[in-house]
């Protein structure tokens, strides 16, 4: 299983950025992708979510409104577009996930890093004020 993420750099505040999360290795039709983000000092927490079986999704309250995660199963691909950013977003990001399925709540999946098999690698996102 791997997840090659892109995207992420530095925007201004209120501007817009999409992370992608490439997955290989795994049935696609199957299974939890989340995006995570770190902060300097601070554990890693869950962003936004997507079950790949019923296509419903997770978003933390922090984020609501203004980020949007969607999947493209032709190239097997998640993405979080990211808008109107704020300089509280700046983290490292993650892309995080679950194979198979789960009897937990896409919530409880996405709101505990342990629940994710697998990661990519994090791409830094930075909002200047």
């Known amino acids: 299983v791997q997840l090659q993420v892109s995207g992420g750099g530095l925007v201004q505040s209120g501007g817009s950025l999409r992370l992608s999360c490439r997955a290989s290795?795994?049935?696609?039709?199957?299974?939890?992708i989340g995006w995570f983000r770190q902060a300097p000092g601070k554990e890693r927490e869950g962003v936004s979510c997507?079950?790949?079986?019923?296509?419903?999704?997770y978003y933390a309250d922090s984020v609501k409104g203004r980020f949007t995660i969607s999947r493209d199963p032709a190239v097997n691909t998640v993405y979080l577009q990211m808008n109107s950013l704020k300089p509280e977003d700046t983290a490292v990001y993650y892309c995080?996930?679950?194979?198979?399925?789960?009897?937990?709540?896409?919530?409880?999946?996405?709101?505990?890093?342990?629940?994710?098999?697998?990661w990519g690698k994090g791409t830094q996102v930075t909002v200047s004020s």
């Open positions: 995080g996930s679950h194979l198979g399925e789960t009897r937990k709540p896409l919530g409880t999946m996405c709101s505990y890093s342990y629940n994710m098999d697998y």
């Open positions: 290795g795994f049935n696609f039709d199957y299974g939890t």
């Open positions: 997507i079950s790949l079986f019923d296509l419903s999704t």
